[in-house]
């Protein structure tokens, strides 16, 4: 009697659905978008576009900020000067500062571990990493300004390759052509010469068959000519 529980525990765990925290399989969505699942109109509709704000990574969005943000807006402080910077050179600045908090965070830990002055710096080094995060996201427009262009660039030189290449095949073509006609006048000339040998190897052979014909009239006429003297001496 104990083990139909079992078996119906079993079952109910075998009817749960099990869901995955992954989104599904690229090819599986793709597979939605058959031929005859477009002309029926049975494939998925596209998910509507966002309007105001959304999530990302636990962080609310609005579509009106700005893709960089200013540190202001984050509630951070701003250590860098005015809105016109030279990015490398404080990079460099943020870099030098950043190991020298570092220095002085190993020396606090070493001489007197439990001072408030460990919490200090370790809030000025994150301050420093944001600082520096910061100007390197800046980069990023000019990144993909930069990515565009050598594609751009990319393609440019491989299509006037391409050009390049056909044009060449079509001079070889066109030279191929050329020859072919200039070639043609002389095949013309052979032919004609071909035919003045055929014309002269005709008209020879006709008066050879002339010839024949009167060789073959000749002994026709003679002979001709016995039958007709036999045939008088027998009548006679």
Do not use: W
Request: net charge negative; with cysteine.
């Amino acid at each position: 009697m104990a083990a139909a529980p079992a078996a119906g525990g079993a079952a109910a765990a075998n009817d749960v659905t099990q869901v995955s925290s992954f989104p599904i399989p690229p090819m599986q969505y793709v597979k939605l978008y058959t031929d005859e699942a477009v002309k029926k109109s049975l494939v998925p509709r596209p998910p509507p576009p966002i309007q105001d704000t959304y999530s990302m990574f636990g962080i609310t969005i609005n579509n009106d900020d700005a893709i960089i943000q200013t540190l202001e807006s984050q509630g951070i402080k701003k250590l860098l000067p005015g809105k016109e910077v030279d990015r490398k050179k404080e990079l460099r600045k943020l870099n030098h500062s950043i190991l020298l908090n570092f220095l002085d965070l190993i020396e606090i830990l070493i001489k007197c571990p439990e001072s408030s002055k460990r919490e200090e710096k370790i809030e000025d080094i994150n301050l420093l990493f944001i600082h520096m995060h910061h100007l390197i996201n800046e980069f990023r427009p000019h990144q993909a300004r930069e990515t565009l262009r050598v594609m751009l660039m990319v393609q440019k030189r491989r299509r006037v390759q391409f050009t390049s290449k056909f044009k060449e095949q079509m001079e070889k073509v066109k030279g191929i052509i050329q020859d072919s006609l200039d070639s043609l006048p002389a095949h013309k000339e052979e032919m004609e010469i071909d035919g003045d040998y055929l014309k002269e190897g005709e008209a020879a052979a006709e008066k050879e068959k002339e010839k024949d014909k009167g060789v073959v009239a000749g002994i026709d006429r003679v002979m001709c000519g016995i039958i007709d003297v036999i045939e008088f001496d027998m009548e006679h």
